[in-house]
């Protein structure tokens, strides 16, 4: 006699993202272990929950895997959090992530709406600056 214990164990637990973004991917691994010992081990984990969903990332997970993904960060801040797989009776786990500040790029552009040469007398002419900020090149 014993009592199983059932352990969710992420295969990466903790997720760097550069600024721009991008997705990365966990295979989620559970272990039965009765009275201390490992007596399976599996990745094909079904009916789990993925729980906190940390500003600027998303997460999806199917049998077995969870893929996060961080979105193109536009803020002079990094940003971090935790996700948690779960399921009833089972020990959670945790997948940490983190993403890099971004880098704003300030973009001016003139453009003459008017041509034609200036008058001796003077004239006018009218021009239209546009202003773009671009975070990480994108």
Known sequence: KGTP???????????????KGESKTSVITYTT???GITTATGTALSSYT????????S?????GTVTITASNNTTSSARSGTYTIS???YTSGTISVSQTKGT?????TPS??????????????????TYTTKWNGI
């Open 5 to 19: 214990e059932y352990i969710i164990t992420p295969s990466v637990t903790s997720m760097s993202f550069v600024a």
């Open 33 to 35: 272990k009765w009275n």
């Open 50 to 57: 993925i729980s906190a969903n940390p500003s600027g990332f």
């Open 59 to 63: 997460a999806s997970g199917t049998s």
């Open 87 to 89: 399921k009833s009776g």
């Open 104 to 108: 704003p790029e300030y973009i001016i």
């Open 112 to 129: 003459v709406t008017s041509t034609g040469a200036m008058a001796a007398g003077g004239a006018s002419k009218t021009s239209t600056i």
